[in-house]
């Protein structure tokens, strides 16, 4: 096995280990999140609302809030752990060693696959009670899960790239990850919007995340999952893209 596939390795391992060692924190509490948006939206709205024929409010919720799990910590991994290693200036020892960029990027990507998949896992072991899952197509609930978590891990390592400080990074989660998510229609068929909005959720990608996930349980979506699967592998390939052009380039990573 070459050396550049066992840098890849280690800093996978690296990355991984990063977020296993403060579970409480980046696996306990996103979960207990997700909980308490089951148990105020579910028993507020149950049987008051029906997103899509013949599903509950309840068993439409679950999904969503999977999925919103999976996107939000996939994101925070990669992020948080670049802009860690630029303030304490330890990135460097990342830069150095015979990596590709390729290489690189794509450790940071999949350890964030890896939580994001693994918090998912845990929001639905633990919400799963509370309805019934058909599971209609579950290979579309797999696919949709490890591309949105891969995309969200390459956009945390834009992010991680591009932010300075803390702050910078939290405007980027606060006010570009979280409103997407939140209104890709997590909580709410976009079907049940006005024209004008229903218009603007076609232009949020994490909607078809969103909503292709939400299809290989119920047979169900507001679009087709082949649409959703081609826009959101666009996306995939943009973003990473994007990603690969500011890691050549060392932008904001060579001082």
Not at 21 to 50: C, D, H, W
Not at 61 to 77: D, Y
Not at 142 to 169: H, P, R, S, Y
């Amino acid at each position: 096995m070459s050396m550049l596939s066992v840098g890849f390795r280690t800093l996978f391992y690296k990355e991984t280990l990063r977020f296993w060692k403060v579970a409480t924190q980046t696996i306990a509490a996103p979960i207990v999140t997700s909980m308490l948006y089951l148990l105020i939206f579910g028993n507020v709205l149950e049987g008051r609302v029906e997103m899509l024929e013949g599903v509950t409010y309840t068993a439409f919720l679950i999904p969503g809030l999977v999925m919103m799990s999976v996107l939000q910590n996939a994101f925070a991994n990669s992020s948080s752990s670049l802009i860690q290693s630029k303030i304490t200036g330890n990135l460097v020892f990342i830069l150095l060693p015979p990596l590709s960029h390729w290489e690189i990027i794509s450790a940071y990507v999949a350890a964030s696959v890896v939580r994001g998949i693994v918090v998912g896992a845990g929001v639905f072991l633990i919400t799963a009670w509370f309805a019934h899952l058909a599971f209609t197509a579950p290979l579309w609930i797999l696919v949709f899960a490890f591309l949105g978590a891969a995309i969200l891990g390459t956009m945390g390592v834009i992010a991680g790239i591009w932010a300075e400080k803390f702050d910078q990074l939290a405007a980027f989660q606060n006010f570009l990850i979280m409103p997407a998510t939140f209104l890709a229609g997590v909580f709410y068929s976009i079907k049940k919007l006005p024209p004008f909005w229903l218009a603007v959720s076609h232009f949020n990608p994490f909607f078809y995340m969103i909503d292709g996930f939400r299809y290989g349980f119920f047979g169900k979506s507001d679009v087709s999952p082949w649409t959703s699967l081609a826009i959101v592998a666009v996306f995939f390939a943009v973003l990473a893209a994007v990603a690969i052009n500011l890691l050549k380039r060392g932008y904001k990573l060579r001082h």
